[in-house]
């Protein structure tokens, strides 16, 4: 039976920046929670409480939200990945945690829950790879199946051949670590590619379906979707202080010591951390995620949203479909517009509808600022007062 697990979590995430210039992308928060912790949450409800934990860039942060895992009902290692080159060698530095046994790999920045993981430990198979049927597998490794078996992964294909892919969750044994030593030699450091030459090599990998839950997160407007997906779940739970006149209606999970002051509007599901101070006076509709030490000041409006923790939000604004960075302090009167807009994040150009804005981490927006559709703003950048603002801007920049 399988034991233990290892989560690759040494990986940037660039294509979700701003949100990972100060953090590893497993730190994102969704629904106030870092994508890790569900992956580590997912892993115990299976019965699995050894995890080994590769960390790289930004590891800090994970050290001290995970720690040695008792908070989780974990027993948490960690090895360190000097350099990221590749999810082959970042499983290659937890080699000595595993020896004999078999073991499970897991990315650190996919949300999973256990009804995907039992299924995988529970197949008698050595090598096994969880797969899932996607509406768009060209963004991942697309994989051909043939009775069961793996016959063939393809990383990213322009036309992909069938329309599963691989969740990157693998039940592994030993034999993996030879063929990751010599895959290393050549040069590959890639899982896929290694996964594909133990293939080559006659490997029997076999194929189980994801029947639970799985999702990504590669670009920031996917924050807003598994944002809005994961809240779907939560139940209602209040603590702090709800003054009078306040209005609450569905799922809402309000967080210690927080204040709502008179005259709030909530409607669920939305979560809010501990230690906030919101209103009087404030809507904020479904889907939004509000985390610890966050203030809202007085008529202001938020939908769709996440606002990471020490956000501050003047009176009057307007936060639709956005993601607003750690520690980010806005003036009143600001607005996000939501609309359609076409990105371009490293060197491919996506159509996205309905979108907001994404402001980075100690960013400070003056008063009267409007953020067109889709405007991506780095981290601690300064807006001056009255600024209409679109397109992208670059970390550390003044706009004037
Ligand atoms: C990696 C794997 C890919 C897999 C995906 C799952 O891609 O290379 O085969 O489908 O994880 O999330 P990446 O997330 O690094 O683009």
Redesign the pocket.
């Known amino acids: 039976m399988i034991k233990k697990a290892v989560i690759l979590a040494a ?1 940037e995430g660039t ?1 979700l920046k701003p949100f990972t210039e100060n953090a590893p992308k497993a730190m994102i928060p969704v629904a106030n929670k870092p994508v890790l912790e569900y992956v580590v949450n997912a892993l115990v409800k299976s019965g699995i409480h050894n995890i080994v934990i590769v960390i790289g860039y930004k590891k800090e942060s994970i050290l001290e939200y995970f720690g040695d895992g008792n908070r989780f009902g974990a027993e948490i290692e960690y090895v360190t990945q000097k350099e990221q080159v590749g ?1 082959a060698h970042a499983l290659l530095q937890a080699e000595e945690y595993m020896g004999e046994d078999g073991f499970l790999v897991l ?1 650190g ?2 949300i999973i829950d256990e009804k995907g993981i039992i299924p995988l430990i529970k197949e008698k198979h050595e090598m096994v790879l969880l797969v899932k049927k996607h509406s768009q597998p060209s ?4 994989v051909e199946i043939e009775e069961g078996v793996v016959k063939n ?1 393809m ?2 294909p322009v036309e992909a051949k069938s329309n599963i ?5 693998y039940k592994l044994d030993k034999k993996i670590w030879g063929i990751l030593h010599d895959c290393a030699k050549k040069g590959i450091y ?3 590619n290694v996964i594909q030459e133990a293939i080559g090599r006659g490997h029997i990998l076999k194929a189980v379906e994801n029947e639970g839950k ?1 999702m ?1 997160i ?1 670009y920031p407007w996917d924050l807003i979707h598994v944002n809005a997906k994961i809240l779907q779940e939560i139940s209602y739970s209040t603590a702090g202080k709800i003054e009078e006149n306040v209005v609450i209606k569905g799922k809402v999970c309000i967080g210690e010591d927080t204040v709502i002051r008179s005259g709030c509007y909530i409607v669920g599901p939305v979560v809010i951390g501990k230690n906030c101070e919101i209103g009087p006076n404030v809507c904020i509709f479904p889907s939004t995620s509000i985390g610890d030490n966050v203030t809202v000041n007085p008529f202001t409006e938020i939908k769709n949203s996440i606002l990471m923790e020490g956000v501050s939000i003047g009176s009057n604004s307007l936060i639709l479909s956005s993601v607003i960075g750690k520690g980010c302090f806005i003036g009143t009167h600001f607005s996000t517009i939501s609309g359609g807009s076409i990105l371009k994040i490293g060197d491919e150009y996506t159509e996205v509808e309905n979108i907001g804005a994404f402001v980075g981490d100690g960013t400070v927006i003056k008063s009267n600022v409007v953020l067109r559709p889709a405007t991506r703003i780095g981290v601690e950048c300064e807006i001056e007062v009255g600024n209409v603002v679109g397109g992208d801007i670059r970390s550390r920049c003044k706009v004037v």
């Open positions: 990986g294509r999810t990315p920045d996919n963004k991942y490794g697309v992964i990383e990213k892919v691989s969740t990157g969750i890639d899982l896929t799985w990504d590669v």
